[in-house]
């Protein structure tokens, strides 16, 4: 019997307990099994916890986890820069939504601003605060417009595809996670397919939707916000003193009206589906400095300003005259330090 291989644990797992509870003996002497006629005792003595089962042997869906408030906070302070108005709005909604048992509609948020500000990062952050295995998590559904949606004159296929998608795997587990990248690249029109699901309605066919985070992707508004910030510097007002309200009409119109948004006369901004527009600012030297060193501090060395300042030097920054803004956040931040290193 030792010689069998099980591919998944719980497999083995379930057939120690239903067909061959006493072939423990034979095989104890290989430790992993062991730990297997351990869990599988404990099950029998009904002592195997959720928590043993879901983090060591198999993924649950866990719509009720708690949700700890500090680590995320924590995350973003520490790996988001620059960003203090979609640190604000992301630690808010996700603690309000996620520390509600009865949401009335799934979390639907659009993150959009330049490349390289920190969008995949804080959707990483959110994945990794909401599941333990983070992006990696079976729950987590990533749509890329170029590799998903490529072709435009298959839109009526994609959006058959893409409900059979959330249909699906919302039914297999309410907490799930929807994150849709290069909006601004996807046909307009596709993404409307999804509106029935982020609207108030209680349950769709029996499937609930409430307990979803859809999360949007776009470099849409980066240009515009680029040009309002000098503009609010020259008035006297420093970067962290900038409130949403001040920028808030002005780029929900650009969405709205850019074609090249992904959000080009949406129905989910117009029937207001659509809970937090999140921008994020065009990044300036300090920031990327920080970058750098954050990156530095990810690889296990040590902080050294001197190299971070090396680094940061070698971005493009725009526009011509002031060089207020790095041109791609800080993209290429690791492969600059690479090129140095
Ligand atoms: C869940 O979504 C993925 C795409 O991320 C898809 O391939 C899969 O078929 C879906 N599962 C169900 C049950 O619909």
């Known amino acids: 019997m030792a010689a069998v291989r099980w591919s998944h644990p719980g497999t083995w797992l379930l057939f120690s307990l239903l067909v061959a509870p006493h072939i ?4 104890s002497l ?3 099994t062991t730990g297997f006629t351990i869990v599988a005792a404990m099950a029998l003595t009904g002592y195997l916890s959720s928590e043993i089962y879901c ?10 986890k708690p949700f ?14 620059g960003q203090h108005l979609a640190h604000e709005m992301i630690y808010k909604s996700l603690t309000k939504f996620l520390s509600n048992e009865n949401p009335r509609k799934p979390l639907a948020l659009i993150l959009y601003g ?5 969008k995949n990062l804080v959707s990483k952050i959110i994945t990794e605060n909401v599941f333990d295995l983070g992006e990696k998590s079976k729950f987590v559904h990533l749509f890329v417009s170029t590799l998903h949606f490529p072709h435009d004159n298959l839109i009526t296929t994609y959006k058959d595809q893409l409900q059979s998608w959330i249909r699906g795997n919302s039914s297999e587990c309410a907490r799930s996670i929807f994150i849709f990248d290069e909006m601004e690249k996807l046909h307009p029109g596709i993404i409307d397919a999804i509106k029935p699901f982020l609207d108030h309605s209680n349950n769709i066919n029996g499937v609930s939707y409430r307990k979803a985070i859809f999360i949007f992707i776009s470099n849409a508004g980066g240009d515009l916000i680029s040009r309002m910030m000098p503009l609010i510097f020259n008035s006297g007002k420093c970067r962290e003193d900038l409130k949403l309200k001040d920028v808030e009409d002005e780029l929900y119109d650009d ?8 959000f080009w006369h949406s129905g989910l901004i117009e029937k207001n589906l659509i809970d937090y527009f999140v921008p994020f600012l065009p990044l300036e030297f300090r920031h990327v400095m920080k970058c750098v060193l954050a990156e530095l501090r990810l690889r296990g060395l ?10 940061a030097i070698e971005m493009t920054y ?3 005259d002031t060089k207020l803004f790095s041109d791609k956040g800080c993209k290429t931040v690791a492969a600059k330090l690479d090129l140095i290193l």
Do not use: M
């Open 255 to 262: 969405l709205y009206n850019n074609r090249n948004s992904g």
């Open 68 to 81: 700890d408030s500090t680590a995320l906070e924590d995350d973003l302070t520490e790996k988001l820069f």
């Open 318 to 320: 725009v526009p011509k």
């Open 55 to 64: 983090g060591w042997l198999s993924e649950c869906c866990q719509v009720n």
């Open 24 to 27: 423990h003996v034979v095989v």
């Open 114 to 118: 330049r490349t390289g500000t920190g």
């Open 302 to 311: 040590h902080k050294d300003e001197r190299l971070a300042y090396r680094v």
């Open 30 to 32: 290989e430790p992993i």
